[in-house]
């Protein structure tokens, strides 16, 4: 079984300042992906950024990137120069391999919500 | 805009009846996931269908059933309600086959609150 923590239930940051967001997972399977999706308080579910498991490279996009450390089992999501409209949930996610047509299943941890302080 | 469309956005009922959440997936996905989210928790997968049939199910009470339909559009019928169903539902869908990352593509809710 997959299981994905999130430590944190609640991060202030200052505007422009970097934050880390933490997420660890558990899985016993060698192939599988990592997501974090966005919810504002407005309650829509944003895609992030992902990374797959065989990915060396750490994923980037724009002010998000993933700090991937696979033998630590972290994703850890780093979002650089904080803006207001930043502040929101924070899901991290992991992927199920793919064994087939509709194998694929997505596991949320409970999330950690971010302040960001003007 | 994700191209997953959740009907009704908002729903307002009272305990022991029965509603129908409605989803349209983006054009394309075969795979519709069903997840609840309460208040202040997070995402409980409660069931995925793929092409009509039933592929997992998560934590999905009895008095809850849903459907995928032959032009891939989902429902998810809750019956015999509760204070405790009040929950934000959320319908995603998903492209199926690699070398597809297996993002969700979600819609954008819909609020139930039982009184």
């Known amino acids: 079984a997959q299981k994905i923590t999130q430590t944190q239930p609640g991060m202030f940051v200052q505007e422009k300042e970097a934050v880390t967001l933490d997420c660890t997972y558990d899985?016993?399977?060698?192939?599988?992906?990592l997501f974090w999706y966005k919810q504002p308080s407005s309650g829509e579910m944003i895609f992030l950024i992902y990374?797959?498991?065989?990915?060396?490279q750490n994923a980037t996009e724009g002010r998000y990137s993933l700090n991937f450390q696979k033998a630590r089992k972290s994703a850890n999501l780093v979002i650089s120069a904080s803006q207001l409209g930043d502040s929101a949930m924070y899901f991290c996610?992991?992927?199920?391999?793919?064994?087939?047509?509709?194998?694929?299943?997505?596991?949320f941890g409970k999330g950690t919500k971010l302040s960001v302080i003007p | 805009d994700s191209g997953v469309t959740q009907t009704p956005k908002h729903l307002i009922t009272a305990t022991g009846q029965r509603v129908t959440l409605r989803c349209s997936p983006r054009?394309?996905?075969?795979?519709v996931y069903w997840y609840q989210q309460s208040l202040d928790q997070g995402l409980q997968f409660l069931i995925q269908?793929?092409?009509?049939?039933?592929?997992a199910k998560g934590n999905i009470l009895e008095r809850f059933s849903a459907q995928q339909f032959p032009d891939l559009h989902s429902e998810l019928n809750l019956s015999s309600l509760e204070l405790g169903d009040s929950a934000l539902y959320f319908c995603?869908?998903?492209?199926?086959?690699?070398?597809?990352?297996?993002?969700?593509?979600f819609g954008e809710g819909s609020r139930l609150t039982v009184l």
């Open positions: 054009s394309g996905d075969l795979s």
């Open positions: 990374q797959g498991s065989y990915d060396e």
């Open positions: 269908y793929y092409n009509g049939e039933e592929r």
């Open positions: 996610a992991m992927r199920s391999p793919y064994s087939g047509a509709g194998s694929y299943q997505l596991t």
């Open positions: 899985t016993s399977d060698q192939s599988y992906g």
């Open positions: 995603a869908s998903s492209v199926e086959g690699l070398p597809d990352t297996g993002e969700l593509f």
